[in-house]
């Protein structure tokens, strides 16, 4: 197995996925023969229990992971699938059972952890960061949303440096962003032109479009951009395009930064050629602080430099110019 195979199997939730969409699907079908299937890993009722989170059958759900209930202490696996049930009753707004089922999750977590670090357990991954999650938005919806941010900042600080810290502060600022001034972006690295500072952006309303080189949802929102930059730009509209390095470039091969932006510039550039009028500033401290667990992650700003939409994942082109317009007045 190639290093990025390596980092298939040791990733989260978010990072897998990703990797997997860039892998070839031969590739894949070959590596999860060569480690035994990673399905293997994970019981088919944990996958049966997310699809039925996700349809919103709560009351089948929980009959599923109650008839696992393990008889002796918890497992990292019945975590999991009960961090599942929690989510699926938020998605319900049951917020009873999301509150026992997130409670317990991270509870036992936090018993079988004993301090030791959350990373190396993705079950364990799994069942903090949506108990954390749906525990937040427990707080929120019985109308304490400043309790939400301080218990999910509480639990940031806990899980800074981990898998789950980027999925934290997405929350946080799901809560808190929306209305308060545009965080400065870093920098330092760029492709192409310097970007602009907040001063000389002030004046436009800015959409940043937080992306990443394998992301197909990124491929698809870009051609939106274009043609919301041609409709807009001489209304005062622009996009900023943050992006980060992630350690590997097509096929999964290793890469260190330096590599990483030849590639960007080169290779990448010719089959999805990045627009001259976006600015693009590289930088991994930028996604954990705009908690980018989700890509691409939209941020669209006012002409006086203030958050008006913060929104992990894509848009259609008519929901964005519903926004944009709105704010070009």
Known sequence: M???DH????ASTPERDA??????????LALLAAIGCLTAQTPAWISQVRDLAFAKDVAAAQKLVESQRPHAA?????????????RGASFAGQWDVAEKYGEEALDGSRKLLAGRPLDGNRHLETAVGAAVEVLGGVYNARGD???AVAFLREQHALHKGSAIETRIQKNILLLSLE????PRLETAQYLGRLPRTPEQLKGKVALFFFWAH???DCKRQKPILEQLHAKYADRGFTVV???RFWGYTAGGQNATPEQELDYLKNTYQQAYPVPSWMDVPISTQNFLNFGVSSTPTLVLVDREGIVRLYNPGDLSHDDLAKHIERLLG
């Not at 980092?7 to 040791?10: D, I």
């Not at 918890?74 to 929690?86: C, D, K, N, R, Y």
């Open 7 to 10: 980092r298939l199997l040791r």
């Open 241 to 243: 395009g943050p992006t």
């Open 179 to 182: 209305g308060k001034p545009m």
């Open 19 to 28: 990797l997997v969409r860039m892998l070839s699907n031969t590739r894949f």
């Open 145 to 147: 949303r400043a309790g």
């Open 214 to 216: 394998w992301c197909s």
């Open 2 to 4: 190639t290093p990025a």
């Open 74 to 86: 918890v497992t990292p696996e019945w975590l999991a699938g009960a961090s599942w049930v929690a």
